[in-house]
C-alpha cells in the first residue's frame, strides 16, 4: 500500500554530509509537502547505527524506521557504497529502498551502486530550480506510486 492510501507519512533517511545540500532536500521536500518526516544523518557510520537501532538511534519514537534511504556517495567515516553494501546484506534491512542521490555521475560509481543493489541512481543537479522538481518527482513517487516492501 503506498503512503497517500493509508495515510501514513513517508518517513525518508536522508545520509548526506554536506549541510547546505541536506538543507536544500529538507526545504524542497516541504516546499512540496511530500514528507512528513525526515531525519537526517552525516556520515555513514550514523546512517548504519540508524537502520541497526544501535546507539543513540535505538529510540523508536525519536528515530522512526524509514521508508526510503537518500543515500549520498562520498561520506565521512563509512562511504555510501559500503553503507548501501551493509543494508543489502543485512537479513532485516535488504528490503529498504535506497536512493543514491549523489554529485557523482562516475560510470563506476554508478555501476557498482547497481551491483550493491540500490534501488535508484540519481545525480544531483546544480540548478536549484531543477533540484527541486527532482525532489518532487522523487518524494511523490516514493509516496504516491511505490509499493511499501514492510507492508507484504
Same mark, same amino acid.
Given at each position: ?5 493509508s495515510?501514513e ?8 554530509d554536506n ?6 532536500? !529538507?526545504r524542497s521536500f ?6 512528513? @518526516?525526515i531525519?537526517?544523518?552525516? *556520515? #555513514?557510520?550514523?546512517? +548504519?547505527d540508524y ?8 529510540d523508536?519514537k !525519536? ?9 549520498d @556517495?562520498?561520506?565521512?567515516?563509512? *562511504? #555510501?557504497?559500503?553503507v +548501501? ?20 555521475a562516475?560510470?563506476?560509481d ?10 535508484s541512481y540519481?545525480v544531483?543537479?546544480m ?25 507484504e
Open positions: 500500500m503506498n503512503k497517500i492510501a495515510g507519512p513517508l518517513i525518508l533517511l536522508l545520509v548526506e549541510e547546505a545540500h541536506a538543507e536544500m532536500v !529538507k516541504e516546499q512540496h509537502q511530500v514528507s512528513n @518526516l531525519r537526517h544523518v552525516a *556520515d #555513514g557510520q550514523a546512517a +548504519l537502520l541497526r537501532r544501535e546507539g543513540e538511534y535505538d523508536d !525519536k528515530y522512526p524506521f524509514p521508508h526510503c534511504v537518500l543515500l @556517495l562520498r561520506l565521512p567515516k563509512v *562511504d #555510501g557504497l559500503e +548501501l553494501r551493509q543494508i543489502k546484506t543485512n537479513e532485516k534491512l535488504r528490503k529498504m529502498p535506497v536512493v543514491i542521490l549523489t554529485t557523482s562516475a560510470e563506476k554508478v555501476a557498482m551502486a547497481y551491483e550493491y543493489h540500490a534501488n540519481v544531483k543537479p540548478d536549484f530550480g531543477k533540484f527541486e522538481s527532482l525532489m518532487n518527482d522523487l518524494g511523490y513517487y516514493w509516496m504516491a506510486w511505490n509499493q511499501d516492501p514492510w507492508n
